[in-house]
């Protein structure tokens, strides 16, 4: 049985959502991030930059959330095109949301909401190439069904888990203003997998208020002496 360690945050929910659909067993091991239980040695000895998601798959232990689905789709044989243009294109866009969208919606989530000071140039900044990445996807699913063409496969995974914040950026209008991703987001949000990962990251109890605790467990370079 696959171990995952988890918190509900987008990174390990997109591999929640890939182990849902493969219909692979597993079970949770919470990792509360708000408290700093990454900081943990034993944590650590198997992900060595103190974040979730880790697996630990029959002796074999996967870190980095991209990683990892690529992992689980290579063992299944599922979600990925098996070779040529089809795999290459899954990797392009796999790749595009590792190195782009995910660290710049997790900036842009910083200073929107957790920096301590209010910096105008850093939420611009940040709030702008969110902004970028989704037209991106968008002007992109206008001309394929997915992101890596006809077949549904991990990189509309990958990019699910952050797109979830899109409120937390856009409120109430969320990804209406990019239509043709807002499909996407919402076909993959409908699928009785994500409807299950939902569920479970809805039954699990962690803690939800961003203080002083949670800062220094989370940024705690800023706090060295």
Request: aromatic residues 12%; negative net charge; hydrophobic residues 45%.
């Amino acid at each position: 049985m696959i171990r995952l360690h988890f918190h509900p945050s987008p990174n390990p929910m997109k591999v929640l959502l890939m182990l849902e659909e493969t219909g692979l067993d597993y079970e949770i091991a919470p990792v509360d991030t708000f408290k700093g239980e990454q900081h943990d040695p034993a944590f650590t000895a198997i992900s060595p930059n103190a974040k979730v998601p880790v697996i630990e798959d029959d002796g074999a232990i996967v870190f980095d959330s991209n990683a990892i689905l690529l992992h689980l789709a290579d063992r299944t044989g599922q979600f990925t095109p098996p070779s040529g243009t089809g795999r290459a294109e899954m990797l392009s866009w796999l790749f595009f949301v590792a190195t782009g969208l995910s660290p710049f919606s997790g900036q842009a989530v910083h200073f929107l909401h957790m920096c301590p000071e209010d910096i105008p140039y850093a939420k611009n900044r940040y709030l702008k190439e969110v902004e970028r990445h989704y037209a991106v996807m968008d002007k992109r699913l206008a001309e394929t069904e997915w992101l890596a063409g006809a077949e549904y496969s991990i990189a509309d995974m990958a990019a699910w888990g952050w797109l979830n914040l899109s409120s937390y950026f856009f409120g109430d209008a969320g990804l209406s203003a990019w239509p043709k991703l807002d499909r996407m987001h919402a076909r993959i949000s409908e699928r009785p997998a994500a409807i299950r990962a939902l569920k479970v990251k809805d039954e699990l109890a962690f803690k939800q208020e961003f203080d002083e605790k949670a800062a220094r467990a989370l940024f705690p370079q800023n706090y060295a002496a």
